[in-house]
């Protein structure tokens, strides 16, 4: 118990930075980073829900990348 205490305060101690933005580069490198990035943030801040990881990546887009998901969005 007390372990998980530790954890927590821990947790609150560190500062935790937002992956860094995707603007839509046609770059395998990029992409898997950005992908990663966001896999590791949702482990830091146990993001668990579908929603709310596509709600916090979509709004890491811009430029052509947001674009992209602005017109898949509409078909949703």
């Known amino acids: 118990m007390r372990a998980m205490e530790n ?3 821990i947790r609150r101690a560190v500062k935790i930075l937002e992956p860094k933005p995707f603007y ?8 898997e980073n950005f992908i990663f990035d966001f896999e590791q943030y949702f482990k830091a801040t146990n993001t668990v829900t ?4 596509v709600t916090l990546v979509t709004m890491h887009l811009f430029e052509d990348a947001k674009l992209w998901w602005r017109s898949r969005y509409i078909d949703i």
Not at 50 to 53: F, L
């Open 50 to 53: 579908k929603e709310a990881k």
């Open 24 to 31: 839509g580069a046609r770059d395998a490198k990029a992409l």
């Open 7 to 9: 954890q927590a305060s």
